[in-house]
């Protein structure tokens, strides 16, 4: 028998302390499709999510229906609009087809909207009034995913990426639907268990190439390969959200209703708990950042700077200023700086055209407490363009996305690249396209916390971290959290 399966992505990592609202048109800036064909085309074998449940749909003989497939860069919340419209279509295409055989979604897992503090929890418990109780659930969620305790009532099977770098979407997107798959032929009733601690971050933020959780990734992988444990998935939460639920947690999809799963879930989170204060990056400020490299030895290889605190991958704004200051006061030469988000400057500087020298205030312009005020630069434009590229890296392999306009700005020995939207350094097409080949600068600074290591790891003679102080520092203590539970960890004292 042909099965159908109905199938939608909605995805954003909200950071609650960011004052740009992730609404409708924030989507369509980086992903927002409808309808099958547009989801086909645009994504048809490309690393995500919707490409796997593709991929599951063709090797099982499925009629998939799809709905929609959106993401926008994290930010702050998602507004009720977008998640009413977006969400909306997964509904009504649920409304439409309430027989479906199951449903694939893929979730973040650290959405908060204007109303919705949690909101895959949300979005799962109307479609789970849709379908009823009997039809499979398959979730896939982001690493960083926030997950509330009712998700492992609500979906059958949960399976969030085992990699940070992420560079497994489409895999994950083919576990969950090869999951559903046998749900649905009856070889398996999967359930899902949950565990987690009084703890606010932890799994040395999920990194996968580094520290405690090449340890813990280990572990998940032998429970997984235990009889009746289908799926077992660590996710380190997103701390820069100011929710109930933040923190790590630990979800283990069985077959079945055993007392191991459960046991299995607690025994990873226990080692989260006892490895709690393990950190692998060494924080650098930016004048030491920029100190070490004008004293770099240059061996052919870039030194890679990253500007973890203003990642717009958690929702920073992409456009602190303090790391390119201490750059240009140091006077590094044959260096990269970006992407700096600063759409007013890109659209004088595409409109000034290569050749031009212009003077500008650049970056700064959203929060100057979080990453230093605007800086007054006088330079040449060396490049401009749209923007578009298409990531040729681990992380998103074939998709198209685009900066909009964009210019390169070249201030002594530092190429800076100016661009409209926000998005994170993580494919070597982002300064390509822009004129800038970041295997011949000496120094590449660019705005990513690790994703970027994916790409830049490679070409690399060294890569240091720096907190420039923006909005997604490691240091929370600028921030006030009112909404987290309590007692947690670090906030309280808090004994097992
Ligand atoms: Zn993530």
Redesign the pocket.
């Known amino acids: 028998m042909t099965f159908r399966v109905l199938a939608g992505q909605l995805m954003h ?1 909200t950071n609650t302390f960011s004052v740009q609202p992730a609404d409708i048109p924030a989507f369509e800036k980086l992903f927002c499709y409808r309808g099958a064909d547009e989801i086909a085309e645009h994504l048809t074998g490309t690393n995500c999510e919707t490409a796997g449940f593709m991929a599951a749909a063709e090797a099982h003989g499925w009629e998939l229906i799809h709905t929609v497939a959106a993401f926008a860069n994290p930010c702050g919340k998602v507004t009720d609009e977008a998640f009413e419209t977006l969400g909306g279509l997964i509904l009504e295409g649920l409304d439409a087809n309430p027989d479906v055989d199951g449903v694939l979604l893929a979730l973040h897992g650290a959405m908060v909207t204007d109303t919705y503090e949690d909101a895959e929890t949300e979005l799962l418990k109307r479609a789970r009034a849709i379908v009823g109780d009997e039809t499979p659930i398959a979730v896939t969620f ?3 995913a926030n997950v509330g305790p009712e998700v492992a009532e609500l979906a059958n099977i949960v399976c969030s ?1 085992k990699t ?1 770098p ?1 560079v497994d979407m489409a895999e994950r997107g083919r576990q969950a639907g090869d999951l559903l798959q046998r749900a649905m032929a009856g070889e398996i009733r999967p359930r899902t268990f949950l565990a987690r601690r009084p703890l606010f971050e932890g799994a040395d933020g ?1 990194r996968t190439d580094a520290g405690p959780m090449l340890d813990l990734q280990a572990k998940a992988r032998r429970f997984e390969a235990e009889p009746g444990v289908l799926n077992s998935s660590i996710n380190a939460g ?1 701390h820069h959200s100011d929710i109930f639920d933040v923190g790590p947690t630990v979800l283990i999809t069985g077959d079945g209703d055993d007392p191991r799963y459960q046991a299995m879930a607690e025994e990873l989170m226990d080692d989260i708990w006892a490895r709690r204060d393990e950190v692998t990056n060494q924080y650098l400020t930016s004048g030491q950042a920029a100190d070490v490299a004008r004293r770099h030895n240059y061996n052919g290889k870039p030194l890679i700077i990253a500007d973890y605190a203003d990642n717009p991958g958690a929702g920073a704004y992409g456009d602190a200023t303090n790391l390119l200051k201490a750059m240009l006061d140091e006077k590094l030469e044959d260096a990269c700086f970006g992407a700096l988000r600063d759409g007013e400057a890109a659209a004088a500087l595409v409109e000034a055209g290569p050749g031009a020298t212009v003077t500008l205030a650049v970056g700064g312009k959203t929060d100057a407490k979080f990453g230093g005020p605007p800086l007054t630069l006088t330079g040449a434009v060396v490049h401009a363009g749209d923007g578009t590229y298409t990531c040729d890296g681990p992380m998103w392999a074939g998709m198209t996305k685009s900066f909009g306009p964009s210019a390169v700005l070249r201030v002594g020995g530092v190429d800076i690249l100016v661009v409209t939207n926000l998005l994170q350094i993580t494919d070597m097409q982002q300064f390509l396209t822009n004129g800038i080949d970041p295997r011949k600068k000496r120094t590449v600074a660019l705005k990513s916390m690790q994703h970027f290591r994916a790409a830049y790891q490679p070409i690399a003679d060294k890569v240091i971290v720096c907190d420039s102080g923006a909005l997604a520092s490691p240091d929370s203590s600028r921030l006030t959290f009112r909404h987290i539970r309590r007692p947690l960890y670090p906030f309280d004292d808090v004994t097992l």
């Open positions: 990592e982001d690493l960083h990426y940070y992420h999920g997103f």
